[in-house]
């Protein structure tokens, strides 16, 4: 009888042991690393995502968010979450075509009018199946983020194609974005954003292409004679994951995370129009860059300039992946 009632007493210890345990178990942290600026669309939708988790797994979950490059900048990001380093990342989609070459439909020159034929490429069918193709390199994609149209700007002035040739263009590592400067007889050099003003600034590079958040935000407009705004191409962001850590999870985790995220984006994606163009406002009253907009037959000569880049992605990104990228401007 003893013995039953020491075993019953042991049971009862180990099941409140447990119970306290779990209560006071430490949360789990979930690390956000992105290289912009706070006050920007990927900026301020990574914060709201802290918050949104943080409230839906209260006590369960600590979200840290590190902007600016303060953990890591653009070279070292991905090797960083795929070491499980951190949780989570939004790369610009330039930083995917490694991982599969079909994303580079996003980098094509032109492809897409303006932000809202990007949101109806990425809601389609076409577009979500690229947040899960790349899911044998252990990336999985929660969503993308909007950060607007791309503008060139420059350290002289600048208007048509024939201007920019000879330039030194940054770029992000895009082979795309390496054939774009390539027709337009430019040169490229590939670098990290967190170098950008400065090479601008010394001269290393003559040139860049950016949203008008990020011109604004990285002070580019400072050290440039003139930005055109071309509207050339679409700067968007894809947040992904560690797949195998993100399967790890329990499911209430995994539940709250992916929620948070879902409304962190539709947060994020809602504010870039209206984020980019108090940006661009507030380049024209700094009035430090002559700003430009391209007349229509302006913009023609760009599009026929650039027609080469087509060719030749067309067989690694696909000819129908590229028709449902531009059946989405109707």
Known sequence: MLKKLNTALLAITLLVTANIGSSFAAPIVVKFSHVVAENTPKGAAALKFKEIAEQKLKGKVEVQVFANSQLFGDAKEMEALLLNDVQFIAPSLSKFDRYTPKIQVFDLPFIFNDMKAVENFTSSKAGKGL???????????????????????????????????????????????????????????????????????????????????????????????????????????????????????????????????????????????????????AVIADGKAKVKTLTPAQATEWKKALTPVYKEFEGAIGKDLIAAAQASNK
């Open 131 to 281: 947040l899960t193709s790349m899911e044998d390199k252990n990336l999985l994609g929660l969503g993308y983020w909007f950060n607007g149209m791309r503008q060139i700007s420059a350290n002289k002035d600048i208007t048509l194609p024939k201007d920019v040739k000879g330039l030194k263009f940054r770029i992000q590592p895009s082979d795309v974005y390496n054939s774009f400067m390539k027709a337009l007889g430019a040169s490229a050099q590939k670098m990290a954003f967190a170098e950008v003003y400065q090479a601008l600034q010394t001269g290393v590079v003559d040139a860049q292409e950016n949203s008008w958040s990020n011109i604004y935000s990285k002070k580019f407009h400072e050290v440039q004679n003139t930005i055109i705004e071309s509207n050339h191409g679409v700067l968007s962001y894809m947040v992904v994951t560690n797949k195998k850590w993100w399967n790890g999870l329990p499911k209430d985790i995994q539940k709250g995370l992916a929620e948070a995220m879902d409304e962190a984006t539709a947060y994020g994606n809602g504010i870039s129009n209206q984020k980019n163009e108090e940006a661009k406002k």
